[in-house]
């Protein structure tokens, strides 16, 4: 099963309007990553937080880390049309050694 | 995409044949990844290799196999033992064996068999 899932899987919104996406993992881990990836290309890095770190901000992005939830979420403020794409968040389990694994993703659509 | 290459970015077949996909990375990354991506869903890791001569199978090995002769390289072939061949193929590289770091992303191949 996917160690990371995201919620919601489709979301919405308005130019202009905050963004918020969240993925939840099964069992502990060293990093958790956010990746973006446009319709048909490959994934692009976005920020990878640590299993020590509970907060991280990148520009527009922001990104939480709750290990006791075992959750995480990217925040994308003030989005625009060229933030359209899915997300993916990929999780490195202390167990699986050098392997990330990835969720489903969340599809964002941003109305212009 | 900066820095790795996949060729080509479409790929035909007939079923029953192999065909091999290319991954090339100019960024002197010891660790390399070879996923699968079908329609609305994640990556599942198929091979990776953290050196040279040295590979290892991910979650979906079943019906692939891989090289790793030179650092720059790592070709993907799906044989004819791989039931659904039919998918985007996407090849990544990190700078740390560890898996501990960000990866860069090619541009992906879209394979279609029929």
């Known amino acids: 099963s996917q160690q990371g899932e995201e919620d919601p899987q489709a979301l919405s919104i308005q130019e202009g309007e905050n963004a918020t996406m969240n993925c939840s993992y099964k069992?502990?881990?060293?990093?958790l990553q956010w990746y973006r990836q446009n319709s048909g290309r490959g994934l692009v890095h976005l920020i990878l937080?640590?299993?020590?770190?509970r907060e991280k901000h990148s520009g527009r992005l922001r990104v939480t880390l709750d290990t006791s939830k075992k959750s995480s979420s990217l925040l994308i403020t003030a989005s625009r049309a060229a933030d359209t794409a899915s997300y993916f968040c990929a999780t490195l389990k202390k167990s699986s050694g050098d392997k990330l694994t990835f969720g489903t993703g969340t599809r964002l659509a941003v109305r212009p | 995409d900066g820095g790795i290459t996949q060729s080509p970015k479409y790929l035909f077949r007939k079923e029953g044949q192999n065909v091999t996909l290319s991954c090339e990375q100019n960024?002197?990354?010891?660790?390399m990844y070879w996923y699968r991506q079908d329609p609305g869903q994640g990556l599942r890791l198929i091979y990776y290799?953290?050196?040279?001569?040295?590979?290892q199978k991910g979650d979906i090995a079943e019906g692939y196999s891989v090289s790793r002769e030179k650092k720059e390289s790592f070709p993907l072939t799906v044989t004819s033992a791989q039931k659904n061949p039919t998918a985007f193929y996407l090849c990544?590289?990190?700078?740390?064996?560890?898996?501990?770091?960000?990866?860069?992303f090619g541009p992906g191949t879209r394979l279609t068999v029929t």
């Open positions: 990544a590289s990190s700078v740390q064996r560890t898996g501990n770091d960000r990866q860069y």
């Open positions: 069992t502990s881990i060293n990093n």
């Open positions: 290799s953290q050196i040279v001569n040295d590979f």
């Open positions: 960024l002197n990354h010891d660790a």
């Open positions: 937080i640590r299993s020590n770190e």
